[in-house]
């Protein structure tokens, strides 16, 4: 099958979406498909061969925050000489109703279009406004995926409709099979995600801290992230700010090392989560995971079933099960093997059958992907944009 | 004078495009449908067939063949008026039979039988996407079809005003759990 892949969001900096679209389209080139993935990325970039430049993003302040987007005519023109050039039986799109590569592309295709909803932002001022401009390029896309239950909700809400529900994919057996590093045992909590990103939740760690070191004195939190150490540490008492050892970014492979390793992997994340692609990888790694109760962290974790659950920003709930969590090893043993055994649906193998087999639904009874003629007819009325 | 009369005209034109554009939509959308029904036939009739293939196998008990084979026929021959209630009767037999995983084991060990299960967990699971896929564009045409500009102007044509397919499509859980769902 020819597939082409809209990734809406900078190829060369590093991303949850970004990484689960490269993982993607290898797990298909490696069952033999013909994959192209349109992305964004600066013309000096090295790319793997599979992937189309769409020209630079640009840093503009949207949603709250500066993103990195693409639009204009000038990635307009790429993304139809794109659809053009690579005649595919379908495309998939992320991130549709992002004002990036994936609207250009819904509105400049037609035939089978496939689209993954990652994030669940709520619904912002600018998206009501542009409802009526963006309903009728969504309107083309025969099928949705949401990333999990908790996804899916948010679309219904917002855009109306419906999704099939396919988790993000992980190469169980890449993280199942790491070493585990010496230094990174021993009554160790792990942390991994940005140090200055409250969302991700290391304050309210840091607020449990004490708590925990006052119960088990030997406890050392390992955090692996970018940002400022200093200011982490801040809130802490002078003589606890040994127990806490910062590794700075980790590689792939360091980092499925360090979750081998890890007695207790914490994920304090207070909001912003529509899947949570980390734990998943800390179970596949057989880390025991404790993670706050977001409605998407739940469902990863089987509503408690394959990891622990606290009360979201609570850090005394927090303080008290990581303190049981290192009292029990027997526990401990029991989530790594339930989590290792409830991970496996995440496995490519498992996500990659379920998005082929949405490919081969909207296939079925459809033309192949072309450009629309829409843009045809605007040239012919000297209309065009490029 | 004439400038009014030209900016009546304008006015036409840019709202004769509106609709023009608004018909293309439209246009495409039952054009959708139309694919996702094709396709949500596609995968009905996969699984009926596959459910009646292991429903002649031998492999299940007398009783079980009986139920399966039964509903997996009327699915098949189900007019269209009945074809929601003997398609969701077909995913409650198909339950029903398919209860217990060491059900599930057995049909998978017989001879051939790996593959008839593999194909049946991939028509349990197909079905529901297909459903879904199908309902979508058949809400988003809906909302386009109870707009003021396409009932005043017609823009749908004779096209009749497009069904959701409503069934329960839930799947044997024993089944798909080995599929890895």
Redo the contacts between chains.
């Keep these: 099958m020819r597939i082409g892949i809209v990734c809406p969001y900078s190829w060369d900096v590093p991303g949850g979406v970004q990484f689960h679209i490269r993982d993607l389209a290898e797990h298909l080139l490696a069952l033999g498909h013909e994959v192209s993935v349109l992305a964004p990325a600066d013309d000096d970039t090295p790319l793997p061969p599979y992937v189309v430049s769409a020209g630079r993003a640009v840093p503009v302040p949207y949603n709250g925050s500066v993103a990195r987007l693409n639009f204009g005519f000038l990635s307009a023109a790429r993304v139809r000489r794109w659809l053009h050039d690579g005649a595919f039986d379908v495309i998939h799109i992320h991130e549709p109703a992002s004002p990036s590569l994936g609207l250009l592309a819904c509105w400049a295709a ?1 035939g ?1 279009i496939v689209a993954t909803f990652h994030t669940s932002n709520p619904r912002s001022r600018a998206m009501i406004a542009a409802y009526p401009i963006l309903q ?1 390029a969504l ?2 896309i ?3 995926i949401a990333v999990s239950e908790y996804a899916r909700r948010t679309l219904v809400e917002h855009l ?5 529900v396919i988790p993000n994919g992980v190469d169980v057996d890449f993280f199942a099979r790491a070493k585990p590093n010496p230094d990174w045992q021993g009554e160790t909590l792990g942390f991994i995600g940005r140090i200055d990103e409250p969302r991700k939740g290391l304050p309210v760690l840091m607020k449990a801290l004490p708590k925990i070191l006052a119960e088990r004195p030997r406890t050392r939190l390992l955090v692996a992230g970018r940002g400022d150490e200093e200011e982490a540490v801040a809130s802490l008492p002078e003589e606890m700010r040994s127990r806490v050892e910062f590794l700075g970014m980790i590689s792939d492979a360091d980092k499925a090392r360090f979750l081998r390793s890890v007695d207790v992997y914490v994920a304090p994340n207070t909001g912003g989560e529509s899947f949570g692609i980390i734990l998943v990888e800390a179970m596949s790694a057989g880390a025991p995971v404790l993670a706050s109760d977001l409605d998407a962290f739940a469902q990863v974790l089987d509503q408690g079933e394959a990891g622990e659950l606290y009360a979201n920003e609570d850090a005394d709930a927090l303080a008290a099960a990581a303190v049981r969590l290192l009292a029990d090893p027997g526990r401990r043993q029991e989530l790594r093997e339930r989590g290792s055994a409830h991970v ?2 995440f ?1 490519w ?2 996500v990659g059958a ?1 998005i082929l ?2 490919y ?3 296939t ?3 033309a192949a992907v072309a450009a629309d003629e ?1 843009t045809g007819r605007r040239a012919r009325f000297g209309l065009a944009r490029d | 004078m004439s400038a009014t009369l030209i900016w009546i005209l304008v006015g036409l034109v840019a709202i004769g495009l509106y609709l023009s554009w608004t018909a293309g939509r439209l246009d495409r959308l039952h054009a959708r449908i139309d694919a996702a029904r094709a396709a949500l036939d596609a995968q009905l009739l996969r699984r009926a067939s596959v459910a009646q293939e292991l429903a002649t196998s031998k492999v299940l008990d007398p009783a079980a063949s009986i139920v399966l084979y039964e509903a997996a026929h009327a699915a098949r021959q189900a007019e269209e008026e009945q074809r929601e209630v003997a398609e969701s009767e077909l995913s409650q037999a198909l339950r029903a039979v398919l209860a217990e995983p060491a059900q599930v084991e057995a049909v998978r060990e017989a001879p051939g039988g790996e593959e008839a299960a593999r194909e049946l967990a991939q028509a349990v699971r197909r079905v529901p996407m297909a459903r879904r896929f199908h309902n979508d564009a058949v809400r988003a045409a809906r909302a386009l079809r109870r707009h003021r500009k396409v009932r005043w102007f017609r823009l749908a044509g004779h096209a009749p005003f497009p069904m959701a397919f409503e069934m329960d499509d839930e799947p044997p859980t024993a089944l798909v759990d080995r599929a890895g769902v």
């Design positions: 037609q089978p009728p309107e083309k025969s099928a949705r109306g409709g419906d999704a099939v496996r649906r496995d193998s498992t379920d087999s949405v081969e639904t909207v079925d009874g459809a829409r």
